[in-house]
């Protein structure tokens, strides 16, 4: 029987924002035969002991972690302490280096089944590398729409500490149903991927589960805003740059905390 879908495919809100202004601090290598961000924290050198590893991987929208955007959030994260590995997982062809009229939805399809498949891969690189969860270092996950099932299936299992999500897509209720880590929900009031009802849907799904299986969650409504304000919102209006900052600073909040408990 198939499961319900809560959150559908990227749409036209997905192809539009604001493109942000600032440097870059992080660079740029292949990882698990992906280019990957890398933004790591000053103060960490990278030949620290695993043990001492808090690692985030970064899922990123349509526009890829390399546009400007992604690059500062990831520069933020990196700033608390975290090493942050943000995966090109569209290989060169994300929404900022397509031509003008392209079909979306026809890239979104084809760019999904590439990430799938390529994800493992790069998992098993970034392990490699970082550590794993029985070395001590400990793994977080966030995604933002396009990025959300990957945070989903990661906390799933036991290969992540605690999940976040902001303005998700491709997520139907197997996903919550599944859920075995903490996860935090960064939502707008409107959003046509992840509308009101999904939202309620998957948090009733959520309380559902007995005191001893469920994980902690918690939602973060931000009203006066669409799709797509985490990572695209104007900055020139300070109610969008507003959410847009809290929205960070509640998934780094949120990281911070899971990482000492």
């Not at 990882?31 to 030949?47: D, K, Q, V």
């Not at 590995?85 to 900022?96: H, I, K, M, Q, S």
């Not at 390529?118 to 970082?130: G, I, L, N, Q, T």
Request: proline share 7%.
């Amino acid at each position: 029987m198939m499961s319900t879908v809560l959150a559908s495919t990227p749409g036209d809100c997905c192809w539009t924002g604001v493109k942000h202004s600032g440097t870059a601090i992080g660079r740029e290598e292949e990882l698990g035969g992906i280019n990957t961000y890398i933004s790591e924290p000053r103060s960490l050198p990278a030949s620290a002991p695993a043990g001492n590893k808090k690692v985030i991987l970064f899922l990123a929208d349509v526009y890829g972690p390399t546009y400007l955007n992604n690059k500062l959030i990831q520069d933020y994260f990196a700033s608390f302490g975290f090493i942050v590995l943000g995966p090109d997982y569209f290989f060169g062809t994300a929404v900022p280096n397509q031509p003008p009229g392209f079909d979306m939805q026809l890239w979104v399809t084809g760019a999904r089944v590439r990430a799938i498949e390529a994800f493992p891969k790069w998992m098993e690189s970034v392990r490699d590398r970082y550590g794993d969860t029985s070395d001590g270092t400990e793994y977080f996950a966030v995604g933002y729409c396009f990025g959300a099932p990957f945070v989903m299936d990661l906390a799933a299992s036991n290969d992540i500490r605690a999940g976040a999500i902001a303005h998700p897509a491709f997520l139907d209720e197997a996903h919550f149903e599944k859920l075995k880590q903490p996860l935090l929900l960064s939502c707008p009031e409107e959003d046509h991927t992840f509308p009101l009802c999904s939202r309620r849907r998957a948090e009733d799904i959520m309380l559902a589960k007995t005191a001893e299986s469920r994980p902690q969650f918690y939602i973060q409504v931000f009203s006066g805003v669409r799709h797509g304000f985490a990572v695209r919102g104007d900055p020139h209006i300070p109610h969008q740059r507003w959410a847009k900052e809290e929205c960070a600073r509640g998934v780094k909040d949120f990281f911070t905390w899971f990482s000492g408990v």
